[in-house]
C-alpha cells in the first residue's frame, strides 16, 4: 500500500479502528493509546497489503493483536476485558458493516447531534470531547454521580435511537 | 434463561470506562458471546462515542501564520504589468493627503479608545457554579456555597463563601494574575508556557501549570497569614520576604506564628492502596450437617441455592460435593460495633447432626465460612426452642462476673 493511501485510509477510518479498540478494552484513554501503536504498525507494514485491501479487516487483525498484548502488559485482574473469542467476535462486528455504513452513520450522530438541547450538548461535550469525570460534571451541576450516569445513559441511548431511525429513512444507509 | 441486566447500561458503563462488577463482566462476556446483534450495538455505540468528538467539537486548533510585512506575494512580481506603471508622484502633489492621513489617524485613535475601553469592562473570567457580586473584574462571593470561575485560558478558581478577589487577566509577563482579598481560593491552573500569579496582602504565589490552595487566615495580633497547599504541579511562593517552593502534596502555613499553626496542617496522606479482593464464595447453600462443634457446624454442600454479587463463579460452581465448616459470627467486636446476636449461637447448638440445612454463608479467613444472615424461619425455630427446654427447666439467672456478686441479706445479718 503506497503512503498515501495509507494516510487516507487512517483519515478516513480513524472513528471506526478508534471505536473498535475502546470496544474492546473499555477505556478511551488506553484505546487512544493503542490506535497510535496501531497506526505505526500499519505504517511499519504497509509494503506487504495489497493496495486495495479491506482496511478496516486489516485494522481488526492488528487490533486484536495490539488489545491480546496489552492485556498481558498489564497485571491480571486489574483489566477487565472479554475472553480472546469474545473480543475477536467484537473487533469482527466493526469488519461487517459496510465501510460506507460508518459514513452514513457519522452524518446521522451529527444531524441528531443538532438537535440536542445548548444543556445536553455541553453536558456530551464535557465528557466526551473534553474527557471530564463524571463526579466533576456531578458536583458542576449540583447533581448525585448516578443522576447523572443516568442522565448520559439517557441522552447516549436517545442519540443512537435518532441515529437509527434516520439510517432506516430512504437514502440514509 | 432471562436476565435481569440492562445490556445497553452495561454497555454504557463499559464503555464509560467504569469497572463492571464480575458478574457483569461475565454476564456481557457470554451474551456478546452468544449473540451477533449486540456485538453490533457494542460496535455501534463505541463508534458513535468515537464519533461523538467530532460532532460536538467546538473547533479545532487553526495554524495562523504570519507573514512579515517586508514579503511580497512572488506572484505580483512575475506577472508581467500589462499597462506601464506609473511614475511616483511627490506627496506635496497630492493636496488631499494631509487632511486624509489626519483623519484616519483620529479614527484609528477613537477605535483604540473604544476598543480598550471595552476590554477594560469586560471581566476576564467567567462564572460557571455560584453566586457572586461581579464588578468588572473585582468579585465577591455572596452565598453559603463556593464558586467556580473560568478564565481566559482554562484555568479554574474555586473560591470559598465570602472570600473577595480581582480578576485582572493578562499582566506584563503573567497570562493571569488574581488578586485574593480575603477568604481562600482552589486554583486549577492550565498549562502554558506563561506564569499565572495569585497575589494576596500575605505574599505571592507564582505557578506553572498545577493545582494549589490559597488560604488567608485571619490573625488576632498580626497581618494574615497564607496557608498554601500543593496538589499537582509546583509553586513558588513569595511571602513578605520568605521564598518557599512548594511539591505535590506540600503545605505551608506563611506569615503564621508557631503556636497558631492549625492542627489540620499536616502533610495529606496519600490514599491507602486497595487491596485486591480475593474471589471469595458468599451465598446460600442447601446441605446436610455431618459434624458441629460449640460454635461451628460442618455441613456437606449439595446444592448453592444463591450466590451474593460478590461471590466468584468459579468457586460457586465448585461448592456441591464439599463439606464445609461454618462458624457462628465470633464475639470479638471492635468498639462501638453492635453485639453480636446469639441467635446464630442457638442456631447451631439446636442443629442435629443428619439435618438438611440451607443456610446463608460468608467465607471468611481460608477455606472457612461464617453464618450470615439467618432468615426469619431459621431465628424462630432457634429462639422457640429454646423457650420450650426453658418452660422445662428454667434456667439459672446468669451472673454478670463484672458486676458485683449478688448480695445474701442473710450473710449480711
Given amino acids: 500500500m503506497r503512503e498515501e493511501t495509507l494516510v487516507k485510509n487512517l483519515l478516513t477510518y480513524k472513528r471506526v479502528l478508534e471505536g473498535m479498540l475502546h470496544a474492546m478494552v473499555g477505556d478511551r484513554a488506553a484505546a487512544e493509546d493503542l490506535f497510535q501503536e496501531m497506526a505505526v504498525l500499519m505504517t511499519r507494514k504497509r509494503e506487504e497489503t495489497d493496495e486495495d485491501c479491506k482496511f478496516v479487516a486489516w485494522g481488526r487483525q492488528i487490533a486484536v493483536n495490539l488489545v491480546r498484548d496489552w492485556r498481558k502488559k498489564l497485571a491480571r485482574g486489574k483489566v477487565q476485558t472479554f475472553d480472546d473469542d469474545v473480543l475477536e467476535a467484537v473487533a469482527g462486528s466493526f469488519e461487517a458493516n459496510a465501510e460506507s455504513a460508518w459514513d452514513a452513520r457519522a452524518e446521522a450522530l451529527r444531524i441528531c447531534a443538532e438537535k440536542l438541547s445548548d444543556k445536553d450538548r455541553t453536558l456530551l461535550r464535557r465528557r466526551y470531547e473534553e474527557s471530564v469525570p463524571v463526579e466533576k460534571l456531578a458536583a458542576e451541576r449540583s447533581m448525585s454521580r448516578g443522576a447523572l450516569d443516568t442522565t448520559l445513559y439517557r441522552l447516549r441511548r436517545a442519540l443512537h435511537d435518532c441515529v437509527e431511525m434516520r439510517l432506516q429513512q430512504p437514502g440514509m444507509s | ?413
Avoid: C
Avoid at chain 2, 499565572?196 to 498545577?210: D, M, N, S, W, Y
Avoid at chain 2, 467486636?333 to 449461637?345: A, N
Fill in chain 2, 1 to 413: 434463561m432471562s436476565h435481569p441486566w440492562d445490556w445497553d447500561y452495561l454497555i454504557h458503563k463499559h464503555l464509560s470506562g467504569e469497572e463492571l462488577t464480575e458478574e457483569q463482566r461475565s454476564a456481557l462476556n457470554d451474551r456478546l458471546r452468544k449473540f451477533p446483534r449486540l456485538r453490533k450495538r457494542l460496535a455501534e455505540m463505541a463508534f458513535e462515542q468515537a464519533q461523538m468528538r467530532d460532532v460536538l467539537a467546538t473547533s479545532e486548533g487553526v495554524p495562523i501564520l504570519i507573514v512579515p510585512d517586508t514579503v511580497r506575494e512572488p506572484a505580483a512580481v512575475a506577472a508581467a504589468p500589462l499597462l506601464k506603471p506609473l511614475p511616483p508622484i511627490p506627496w506635496y502633489r497630492r493636496p488631499w493627503i494631509l487632511p486624509a492621513a489626519a483623519a484616519a489617524g483620529f479614527l484609528v485613535l477613537v477605535l483604540g479608545i473604544v476598543a480598550w475601553r471595552n476590554s477594560a469592562n469586560r471581566a476576564p473570567f467567567e462564572v460557571v457554579k455560584g453566586e457572586v457580586r461581579a464588578e468588572g473584574g473585582s468579585v465577591e462571593v455572596s452565598a453559603a456555597a463556593p464558586a467556580l470561575f473560568r478564565m481566559s485560558d482554562g484555568s479554574e478558581a474555586e473560591l470559598s463563601p465570602s472570600s473577595t478577589a480581582v480578576f485582572r487577566g493578562r499582566v506584563g509577563d503573567a497570562r493571569q494574575v488574581v488578586e485574593l482579598n480575603a477568604g481562600a481560593g482552589r486554583f486549577k491552573v492550565a498549562k502554558a508556557p506563561d506564569t499565572f500569579k495569585i497575589e494576596t496582602p500575605a505574599g505571592r504565589v507564582t505557578v506553572l501549570g498545577t493545582e494549589f490552595t490559597v488560604e488567608l487566615r485571619k490573625q488576632k495580633k498580626r497581618p494574615a497569614a497564607m496557608a498554601v497547599s500543593v496538589t499537582e504541579g509546583r509553586v513558588r511562593v513569595d511571602a513578605r520576604g520568605e521564598v518557599r517552593e512548594l511539591g505535590p502534596g506540600e503545605r505551608h502555613v506563611f506569615g503564621a506564628e508557631p503556636e497558631e499553626k492549625r492542627p489540620e496542617e499536616k502533610k495529606p496522606q496519600p490514599p491507602p492502596e486497595r487491596k485486591e479482593a480475593r474471589p471469595v464464595f458468599n451465598g446460600v447453600v442447601r446441605g446436610k450437617v455431618v459434624g458441629k462443634g460449640d460454635a461451628h457446624v460442618l455441613i456437606a454442600v449439595d446444592a448453592v441455592v444463591s450466590s451474593r454479587k460478590d461471590a466468584a463463579p468459579d468457586l460457586a460452581a465448585a461448592m456441591p460435593g464439599r463439606t464445609i465448616k461454618v462458624m457462628v459470627p465470633g464475639p470479638k467486636r471492635k468498639e462501638g460495633e453492635p453485639e453480636v446476636s446469639k441467635i446464630p449461637f442457638l442456631y447451631v447448638r439446636k442443629l442435629a447432626i443428619g439435618q438438611e440445612v440451607s443456610l446463608d454463608v460468608r467465607q471468611t479467613k481460608g477455606e472457612d465460612f461464617m453464618i450470615g444472615e439467618l432468615d426469619r424461619e431459621q431465628a424462630d425455630w432457634a429462639v422457640r426452642e429454646e423457650r420450650r427446654e426453658g418452660d422445662k427447666e428454667p434456667k439459672k439467672k446468669a451472673r454478670d462476673p463484672e458486676k458485683s456478686p449478688e448480695r445474701d441479706p442473710k450473710k449480711e445479718d
